[in-house]
């Protein structure tokens, strides 16, 4: 490579740059992951843990109540899936159980990553907050200013994390037989933003008038930390959460590249799910983990230093208040709040033959994650393994 030895030529050369790019907004879907230097984006400390050590004893007695529990819940040895249990970013029982490919006889193991499903919803929303933290991005900014073509002028990006922007559910308005969308052809997020852009898809409900999950939400969030970033997705959430944290088997679902060596998902009786016109659409869903690299991202995910005190206060806190009642959404995270005063942090996931549930309880320090790529609704069950370690009231039988 020939350098400029004259300073003015370079002057020159960038000036020139920067007038003929003036005006030409690119589309989100023409980002290229070398457009940026790679110090652009705000890195995730790679966080250890500083927790004191889990006694013998405790771990034990703990493993032995929660075997109890896992053996009576997955009878007939119909589990699928990983499953984990951690208190201080200690594992205390981890289990692996059925194939990640029936053809192949491929067993599940701690390295194999398997669909998260709407589980990913809680790293985007990672991603996002970290955006903000870092002052590339504003909790309460319009998409508007961000996505040029998003047609809703009172959204913000609050609003599309804690689901009360009223938008409609891209599943739904592209399976109608009304021209809107060829289901022949694959989906992605850049379709979704110009659907509602072009083909009046209105609202489902006034903007902040309710609470409704939504996954176009997380499709438009998505789209913006490709925006702020450009970066693509896959290469903002490898580069600001997997790499960092050493989530060494995450990555973002890429279809032509990937769709060949992913773990398959299957039906309750064993018959392979295919792939649909919806399999490329990300943010929502598409992330691939284990139940390992889940623990690293909830350790950091739950330090006091991961974000700045006061945004960190914002995402436990429950948007929708419409009527009264336990059930509540936070900024990517589910919760109950009991009147008790206690409080359950949680996001479970399913798409295809996937089911996720990921429980995290910042006061005792306990991480509880399960995946499954065979249909099992007891995936959702690990919830009953809380009251192990505080007073949340699921039932749970602990002795023959």
């Known amino acids: 490579m020939k350098y400029f030895k004259n300073a003015n030529i370079v002057q020159i050369l960038v000036l020139s740059l920067v007038l003929n790019s003036c005006g030409k907004d690119k589309s989100v879907s023409d980002i290229k992951d070398s457009e940026l230097p790679e110090n652009v984006l705000p890195k995730m400390k790679s966080f250890t843990n500083e927790e004191p050590k889990l006694s013998d004893a405790y771990l034990k007695t703990t493993r032995q109540k929660i075997a109890h529990f896992y053996n009576k819940n997955w009878s ?7 499953f984990l249990v951690a208190k201080n970013g200690q594992i205390i029982f981890e289990k692996y159980d059925g194939l990640a490919n029936l053809s192949k006889k491929d067993p599940i193991t701690p390295n194999t990553p398997l669909h998260i499903a709407s589980v990913s919803k809680v790293l985007t929303a990672a991603a ?13 900014q319009k998409v508007t200013t961000i996505l040029a073509e998003f047609p809703f002028p009172d959204v913000t990006v609050r609003m599309l994390l804690n689901h009360r922007s009223g938008l409609r ?7 109608r037989n009304d021209g809107v969308w060829d289901r022949h052809n694959r989906l992605t997020n850049q379709d979704i933003l110009t659907l509602l852009a072009t083909k009046n898809i209105g609202l489902e409900s006034k903007t902040n008038t309710r609470f409704a999950y939504c996954n176009t939400n997380y499709a438009m969030l998505a789209l913006i930390i490709e925006k702020i970033t450009k970066k693509s997705y896959k290469s903002a959430m490898a580069e600001m959460i997997f790499k960092p944290l050493g989530m060494t088997n995450s ?3 890429e279809y032509e590249k990937d769709k060949d ?11 392979e799910i295919g792939k649909d016109y919806l ?13 390992r690299d889940l623990l690293k991202f909830d350790r950091a995910r739950s330090r006091k230093d991961f974000l700045e005190p006061k945004l960190a206060k914002q995402v436990n806190v429950g948007y929708s208040n419409e009527k009264e009642g336990e059930k509540n959404y936070g900024l990517g995270i589910r919760m109950i709040n009991w009147k008790s005063g206690q409080n359950f942090y949680f996001h479970n996931g399913w798409w295809h033959g996937n089911t996720s549930a990921y429980i995290t309880l910042p006061k005792e320090q306990v991480t509880i994650i399960a995946l499954s790529n065979k249909m099992n609704k007891s995936t959702y069950n690990v919830k009953k393994v809380a009251p192990l370690f505080g007073d949340y009231p699921f039932e749970i039988e602990t002795e023959e």
């Open 279 to 291: 399999d490329e659409v990300y943010g929502d869903k598409n992330i691939y983990s284990t139940v």
């Open 251 to 253: 990555f973002v679902f």
């Open 261 to 271: 060596r992913i773990v398959p998902s299957y039906k309750a009786n064993r018959v």
């Open 169 to 175: 559910n891209y599943a739904y308005f592209t399976d």
């Open 128 to 140: 996002v907050l970290k955006l903000v933290n870092a002052n590339r991005l504003d909790l309460d």
């Open 76 to 82: 007939r040895k119909s589990a699928n899936g990983a």
